[in-house]
């Protein structure tokens, strides 16, 4: 974490000498230089002495050191171009008012050459232990943590594959699968991928299937190769040649191997392969990197033998990267459900595999941090085997401290170092977003949206040529879900992420180094005294009023409130600022019952990121135009209505999000706001989300927003139409656009050209009605999701939507007053959900043959003249779900009797919901 903080440093000088070097003057530019290079000559030996730190406390102090002189010039930077920023003004006021500025500026220059002496001093210092280090501590080789860890994950190793068969729980299913794959008959080289985050059992698994009688029959040559994070070709390779395949057909190692380099190495397995014409099954153990599956692969030849390659890997990449050909298979694993949790913790932690009943709640709480991690609940479960059963408030004293067992000794350290194995693998741009993971709430679900905004606004992000910090933030995030860091909890129909989270063992982890690292600090209890007096961040779970002094807080750089146990009104929030927290870019203050905002907000100079969602803010004062580095302004579900001029000061800003949710039954019940005129002046825009359309004035601005990529637009007139389709033609960048009707009799006017027609558009919504189908629909090649709502159409509208190649998902709602829909042949290969929503004229749907081959999802709603299920709809294999709410009551009482012929179109379907809207709620039941 040091490497990042140093690294992010660097970044922030280069720039900062360049832009700032005029008003620096001779002196102060030489000192930051020298504070560059310095710092720039420790970041390569900062790695690792990151690794040795653990076990060495002089290196972790003189990490510790490196860490904080990076955050204080950061701080010292930061306090420059705030005091400098000082607007020049004309007139006899602005002179008054610049003379001012001049006279403070000379005490902050003075002020701040002191701050950067004394930080050169300690530079200094810093660097001479830095050389003194280097020669003490050998970096050649790997660091003794490195390992030590090595050590830990092989016994551990070793231990999965001494499991004895009674032992596994939930085996069974993922090795019959698994058998079925490597026995599947096929004579082509296969090769198989187990995937999954470390600890869940891949090795067992894998070696549960190696081993089955079956396999070992089937095979004339096996091995197991263990290959690790230090991956090395050549004792791979001699491993496979000494110990596993002359072993195996009882033959003498020829002599000239052993003096065989890397590539002479391969040829010779490949050799011995194809000669003996052997059916071979060879297991690749915890493979880290691609580039080691790439240079090991060709000592495998294709025999034409029915030859398999098993590997295990926590990296999805990797996995997939191996399985290139069409017969090749990936395996994920899966976490153990709460049944098998609950069998696996009884036999490790009980004698006779019983839970004692008044043990029986704090054990539950105790395995439900595991989540279904195997090793995680496999180690707690030794560490409380050892424990006295008659003591419940010892077990509940490990359940309330699990984080700390972790800093530990014996098992739950083990668990906590192979964890920590991933962790230290990362790129240094990576470690900091991992760890900011530890600002939420355990269980907590996370907005994908949220987060990339507060990880760019903490300046986690590295620019790259061509791509928004927003592409670069989601590619971050994927790389972590890549290695198995962070979990997928919720996907939308276009594969694009919604919530994610953490596994809760390694969020108590990460937690802990975050803490040591300084990076964030969590507040439960509401008692800020026992804060660091340099805290940089505090993530505060359930906000508590109290009277303390918050002058701790002004280093901060983010104040983030999960939840109120007090409300946060104005008041509070001013004491919470009342430290002078100048520097903060990110502060969270979404559900706190505010219904201004405090004027110590607008005194945020860095602020980047504002969130007041779901608050009772009712209006936005011109001081806003004070934060000329926000970035990010969420006024979602506020009272605000309308945005004053002030805002056009915002040239930074790049997301604007100030609708207003109602009852999603209804079409119109998305508000936006009024803009000021001239918004067409905030040209970083990439999100705005939702503009009144008030006048052309306002229709003819957003045609100025070039970077636009999201745009939703309310109470459109039907005379609006042709200016809004000039100004979408010129928004090129555009990937979601959602338009509202002022009212639901209105016609939306969209017939008019847009040139170009936005290619890059991925999700449309229309509410409002049409005339017919627009005809530039059908050119959206890119489109994924398209919801036509009121729209009282008269014409098919699958006709225009049935070659889109890209289509996930259809709603429509209210949007066709024709009796039939005919899905044809062929049409809508990709869609996966479709939604009929108060079609109120429809009498049936008829599916063709090879029409709509990957839909999951079928939901009718109030469509309530259908008396028969879709016609072709048992032909619909990948169907998950169907859903019908408020239908008929003729079509409900044909499925409610099993026997019907209604009801075996769809037996095989694996979900399939009734629901009826009574009072105030659905009342579901399930066939």
């Known amino acids: 974490m040091a490497e990042s903080a140093v690294a992010f440093l660097l970044k922030q000088l280069s720039t900062f000498l360049l832009t700032q070097s005029t008003r620096l003057g001779g002196g102060l530019q030489r000192e930051m230089q020298f504070i560059r290079d310095e710092l720039g000559s420790m970041r390569a030996f900062l790695r690792d002495a990151e690794l040795k730190e653990d076990d060495v406390s002089e290196l972790k102090e003189w990490v510790g050191q490196v860490r904080e002189v990076a955050y204080d010039t950061q701080d010292v930077i930061d306090e420059f171009i705030m005091r400098f920023a000082c607007n020049r003004s004309d007139g006899f006021y602005g002179r008054v008012h610049n003379f001012y500025c001049s006279i403070k500026n000379i005490r902050a220059h003075n002020r701040i050459s002191s701050k950067i002496e004394s930080i050169k001093c300690r530079v200094k210092d810093i660097s001479e232990r830095h050389n003194r280090y280097r020669s003490d501590y050998s970096f050649s080789e790997r660091g003794s943590y490195s390992a030590d860890v090595e050590d830990v994950v092989s016994q551990f190793r070793r231990n999965a594959l001494l499991i004895d068969e009674a032992e596994l729980v939930g085996i069974e299913k993922p ?23 470390v600890g869940m059992g891949k090795t067992t698994l894998v070696k549960r299937v190696y081993e089955d009688v079956n396999v070992k029959r089937h095979f004339q040559l096996h091995a197991w190769l263990t290959i690790s994070q230090t991956f090395h070709m050549k004792v791979v390779l001699k491993d496979l040649i000494r110990r596993q395949l002359f072993k195996e057909i009882n033959e003498a190692v020829p002599q000239e191997v052993e003096s065989m380099d890397g590539d002479k190495l391969r040829a010779f397995v490949q050799d011995f392969l194809q000669q003996k014409k052997y059916s071979y099954v060879i297991v690749l153990d915890d493979l880290w990197k691609l580039e080691s599956w790439e240079a090991i692969k060709y000592a495998f030849p294709e025999t034409n033998c029915s030859s398999r390659i098993m590997l295990t890997t926590r990296i999805s990449d990797t996995a997939s990267g191996c399985c290139t050909k069409s017969n090749d298979y990936v395996h994920k694993m899966q976490f153990l459900s709460d049944e098998e949790s609950w069998t696996l913790f009884c036999s490790k932690t009980f004698a006779d595999n019983c839970c004692p009943p008044h043990l029986e709640d704090v054990s539950r709480g105790i395995l439900h941090k ?27 004293m490990i359940l309330h401290s699990l984080g700390g067992e972790l800093e530990g000794i014996g098992k739950l350290e083990r668990v906590k170092k192979i964890l920590l194995l991933s962790y230290n693998d990362l790129p240094w741009f990576l470690k900091s977003c991992l760890l900011y993971m530890s600002i939420y709430p355990e269980d907590w679900d996370v907005s994908v949206r949220f987060l990339l905004q507060t990880w760019i606004a903490e300046g986690f992000m590295l620019q790259r040529k061509g791509m928004t910090m927003v592409e670069v933030a989601n590619g971050y995030l994927n790389e972590l879900i890549n290695r198995s860091l962070i979990q997928v909890a919720e996907l939308d129909h276009d594969g694009s992420i919604i919530y994610c989270n953490i596994h809760g063992i390694l969020r108590d982890i990460i937690l802990t180094k975050a803490r040591e690292q300084n990076l964030v600090m969590l507040v439960t209890n509401g008692d800020y005294t026992r804060l660091p007096e340099n805290i940089r961040r505090i993530a505060i779970h359930e906000f508590i009023e109290n009277h303390h002094e918050y002058n701790r807080f002004k280093h901060l750089r983010s104040l983030l409130i999960f939840g109120y146990r007090n409300p946060l009104n104005e008041s509070s929030l001013s004491k919470l600022l009342s430290g002078h927290p100048k520097l903060l870019n990110v ?19 860095h602020l980047k990121y504002l969130n007041l969602q779901d608050t009772g803010v009712e209006i936005i004062s011109q001081s806003i135009g004070n934060l000329q580095n926000l970035e990010y302004l969420n006024l979602v579900n506020t009272h605000v209505m309308e945005l004053p001029i002030g805002i056009l000061k915002l040239k930074k800003l790049r997301e604007l999000l100030v609708f207003h949710k109602g ?28 503009i009144d359309a008030d006048n052309d004035e306002t229709v003819r601005e957003i045609g100025k927003l070039a970077q636009l990529r999201e745009l939703s637009i309310t109470k459109l007139r039907r005379e609006d139409g042709k200016e809004l389709c000039s100004s979408l033609g010129k928004l090129t960048n555009l990937r979601k656009l959602f338009v509202y009707s002022i009212k639901e009799d209105e016609i939306l006017d969209r017939q008019h050209s847009m040139s170009p027609t936005p290619q890059a558009l991925q999700m449309l919504r229309l509410s409002g009605r049409l005339e017919k189908v627009p005809q530039w629909l059908s050119s959206l090649q890119g489109l994924t999701v398209i919801e036509l709502c009121g729209s009282g159409l008269r014409e098919n509208p699958l006709e225009s939507l049935q070659d889109l190649p890209n289509l996930v998902k259809i709603i429509f709602n209210k949007a066709y007053e024709g009796e039939q829909l005919c899905f044809k042949a062929g049409g809508f290969q990709k869609l996966k959900r479709l939604e ?8 049936w749907v008829r599916v063709e043959k090879d029409a709509l081959p990957c839909l999951q999802y079928l939901i009718m709603a109030d469509c309530k003249q259908v008396n028969e299920l879709p016609w072709g709809i048992q032909n619909l294999n990948k169907l998950q779900s169907l859903g019908l709410y408020n239908m008929g009551n003729e079509l409900v009482m044909k499925l409610q009797d099993k026997g019907s012929e209604e009801y075996q179109k769809i037996v095989k379907i694996p979900e399939i919901v009734i629901a009826n809207w009574i009072d105030g709620q659905w009342d579901e039941h399930f066939l």
């Open 175 to 197: 090795k019959r699968g698994l058998i079925s794959q490597i026995l599947d008959g096929s004579s082509n080289l296969k090769v198989v991928s187990v995937v999954g985050m």
């Open 370 to 396: 595991c989540k279904g991690l195997p090793l995680a609940i496999a180690s707690i479960g030794g560490v409380l085997a050892s424990k006295d059963k008659s003591k419940v408030d010892e077990w509940e």
């Open 587 to 605: 502060l969270n203050l979404q559900g706190a019952k505010l219904k201004s905002i405090p004027k110590e907000v607008f005194k945020l100079f």
């Open 663 to 690: 009852d999603y039954s209804k079409n119109f019940a998305v508000r936006g706001f009024k803009a000021p005129r001239e918004i067409g002046r905030l040209l970083s825009l990439e999100v705005l989300d939702s």
């Open 836 to 843: 009929l929503q108060r079609l109120e004229q429809l009498k």
